[in-house]
């Protein structure tokens, strides 16, 4: 998620208003960072990935890393990566592109091959029991790359899937869907967007999801700015599958130290805090 609105550094504590304590995690034990040191990792219960065997990566973009290290951490597991944005042939387009750019003088020749070792990636990565599709997830079928979660979970023969889903906006769309294939999602992590102009269908997202799945972590997106009342504007979200074992206590300070760290590298994680 690269979208920097509000670009000052905020490393105060707000306190987050009464209404919204529904968000606070539930403590729960043997929560790991997977993936990238900064944008592009996320923090989820050990326990998961060892329990799962299917991840569905809802948008890429350039980064799997979260995907690279699920795999690594779980030898045996299956991933459809879903994103119509990127393909081997746009790659190899932007390749071409960086090549043009660096002879004219346009860019340097070190972006030129941060392509090349992108495509590389992807074809080392993409093969086997990884599989991009290059489609985008949605509702309904408006464009040909158009794909539901009913055609998503058609593709997959498991019970025990993990979803992770960074698609800038349409995560409110699947929520009901998301719903209606619980019984089947052992636990994801969803980074929700615009949650100020968005505030009642972000709510109303949260409690439907809420019926089948319990928060166990919440970390802010510092690339996203603050609404009026201090909550933070993108919330990346992981939840598991109820029901947990052990009291449900929550959380009332975050970040969670040695585990979350900023998106942005260069500023500040937002804090947050909770009172009840």
């Not at 306190?15 to 968000?23: E, L, Q, T, Y």
């Not at 998961?48 to 995907?67: K, T, Y």
């Not at 929700?192 to 799945?213: E, K, M, S, T």
Request: proline share 5%; aromatic share 10%.
């Amino acid at each position: 998620m690269k979208d920097i609105r509000n670009p000052e550094d905020v490393s105060g504590g707000p306190v987050f208003p009464a209404s919204m304590n529904f968000v606070a995690p539930i403590i729960v034990e043997g929560l790991v960072r997977v993936g990238a040191a900064n944008d592009g990792g996320y923090v989820i219960p050990e326990c998961l990935i060892q329990e799962v065997d299917f991840l569905v990566s809802m948008g890429v973009e350039e980064d799997w890393s979260f995907d690279e290290q699920f795999m690594r951490l779980n030898p045996s597991l299956r991933i459809h990566a879903y994103d119509h944005t990127i393909s081997r042939r746009l790659f190899r387009r932007s390749i071409l592109i960086g090549a043009i750019g660096a002879c004219m003088g346009k860019w340097p020749l070190k972006e030129f091959f941060r392509r090349v070792r992108v495509l590389q990636s992807y074809n080392a990565f993409f093969r086997g029991s990884a599989k991009h599709f290059q489609e985008r997830i949605y509702n309904r079928v408006d464009l040909p790359v158009d794909v539901t979660l009913e055609k998503v979970f058609e593709r997959i023969d498991s019970n025990k899937v993990f979803l992770k889903i960074d698609i800038e906006g349409c995560e409110y769309r699947i929520i009901e869907d998301i719903g209606r294939f619980a019984g089947r999602i052992s636990g994801m992590v969803i980074e929700f967007h615009d949650i100020g102009p968005l505030r009642l269908v972000f709510n109303a997202a949260i409690a439907r999801l809420q019926n089948f799945f319990e928060i166990v972590h919440l970390h802010a997106n510092n690339y996203g700015g603050l609404a009026a009342d201090g909550v933070p504007e993108v919330l990346e979200v992981t939840f598991a599958k109820k029901p947990l074992q052990g009291p449900a206590k929550r959380r009332t300070e975050l970040p969670l130290p040695g585990s979350d760290a900023p998106n942005d590298a260069r500023r500040a994680d937002y804090k947050m805090r909770f009172c009840f």
